[in-house]
């Protein structure tokens, strides 16, 4: 599966932004989805995942009530909602896909578990 993320750009502290990932090759909902981020100088870091039937979700502490995961699996596509944005949410931002044999089966954290991983959209929150 090829991943395409989108929707990045400037914005200031409390804006909104909304990502997209788009997926092409192999079905779409057989894979979990994730969000990761990366800040110069630091490691790539979890954001939030959903499974493939967004039955569940799951977030990192630091975007918890104020990013959503969705996806629309007729549209191939998943997205990240991120309202109150703060600087420290700086970062390339990448989608990525992990293939699952459970419909209802759990998000996923471990970036390791990720196969597919996107080319990263830059998100710069600053006044």
């Known amino acids: 599966v090829q991943l395409q993320a989108s929707g990045g750009g400037l914005a200031r502290p409390g804006d909104s932004l909304r990502l997209s990932c788009a997926a092409s090759?192999?079905?779409?909902?057989?894979?979990?989805m994730g969000w990761f981020r990366q800040s110069p100088g630091k490691e790539r870091e979890f954001v939030a995942s959903i499974n493939r039937s967004s039955s569940s979700t799951t977030y990192a502490d630091s975007v918890k009530g104020r990013f959503t995961i969705s996806r629309d699996n007729t549209k191939n596509t998943v997205y990240l909602q991120m309202n109150g944005l703060k600087p420290e949410d700086t970062a390339v931002y990448y989608c990525?896909?992990?293939?699952?044999?459970?419909?209802?089966?759990?998000?996923?954290?471990?970036?390791?578990?990720?196969?597919?991983w996107g080319q990263g959209t830059q998100v710069t929150v600053s006044s």
């Open positions: 990525a896909a992990d293939w699952q044999s459970s419909y209802y089966g759990p998000p996923q954290t471990e970036s390791s578990r990720y196969n597919y």
């Open positions: 090759g192999r079905a779409f909902s057989a894979y979990v």
